[in-house]
């Protein structure tokens, strides 16, 4: 055999090594694990209809809700006193703010037992009322100072409108804050629950509020009219 080719096959398997090194050492990194966080309705944020006003029957579609500039991200925002936008390092939400927000109003509408049915911006189905939201604060605010533990702040632009001839029903902002126990993440978290807990409910109280005068009118509903329809046919 070749000499050259003989110190070649000792060679390969150090080369082999090598490269094996090198891409593991590639792999490895010293950044910090990536803490993901979420958000659950609350019980204040969910309760249902009563007696007082029983649920209408129209059925309400959440629309996949518009972000403010900064806050269509998974990353937990936070505004700095020199009105920097900045964000947590080494921790997000378990999904981008619009879809968190998303899945947030839709729970929370349908634990209010006020709907015939509520459905996400993804549902196949036809709905009487479409609901678009704009978030307007999804934020820790440090605005009193770096130092001091933020207050969070929740508002969201509400649009209710009907689907049949999309005009508007009622424009609402629902909003809440909370400020946070401490300047650790784990308590602007807590923050950011008790926040949005009072935007939902806030939320939940002015869409009932502004369809149950114009549902009876506008019901059954399209499902209802559907019905009659099918059996004036």
């Known amino acids: ?138 934020e820790a605010d440090y605005s009193a100072g770096a130092d001091v533990p933020p207050t969070v702040r929740v508002t969201l632009d509400c649009t209710l409108g009907a689907e049949e001839g999309r005009t508007i029903v009622a424009s609402f902002v629902a909003d809440g804050s909370a400020a946070a126990g401490a300047n650790k993440l784990n308590e602007v978290v807590a923050a950011f629950q008790q926040a949005t807990d009072q935007a939902l409910a806030s939320l939940s109280q002015q869409a009932f509020a502004a369809v149950r005068g114009t549902a009876p009118a506008q019901s059954g509903s399209r499902s209802s009219r559907r019905s009659s329809e099918r059996g004036g046919m």
Not at 33 to 52: E, F, K, W
Not at 71 to 96: F, K
């Open 1 to 138: 055999m070749n000499p050259t080719w003989r110190n070649l096959r000792r060679l390969a398997p150090v080369l082999l090594g090598l490269v094996v090194a090198g891409c593991s050492s590639l792999l490895r990194s010293n950044a910090p694990p990536i803490q993901v966080y979420t958000l659950r309705v609350g019980a204040a944020s969910s309760a249902g209809a009563t007696d007082a006003h029983p649920a209408v029957a129209a059925s309400l579609r959440v629309a996949h809700p518009l972000a403010g500039p900064g806050l269509g991200t998974s990353q937990i925002v936070l505004l700095q006193p020199d009105h920097r936008v900045n964000v947590y390092a080494a921790s997000a939400w378990a999904a981008d703010a619009p879809a968190l927000i998303e899945s947030l109003v839709t729970q929370t509408l349908r634990s209010a037992g006020e709907w015939s049915s509520v459905e996400d911006a993804e549902s196949p189905f036809p709905s009487d009322y479409l609901l678009q939201i704009s978030i307007r604060r999804f």
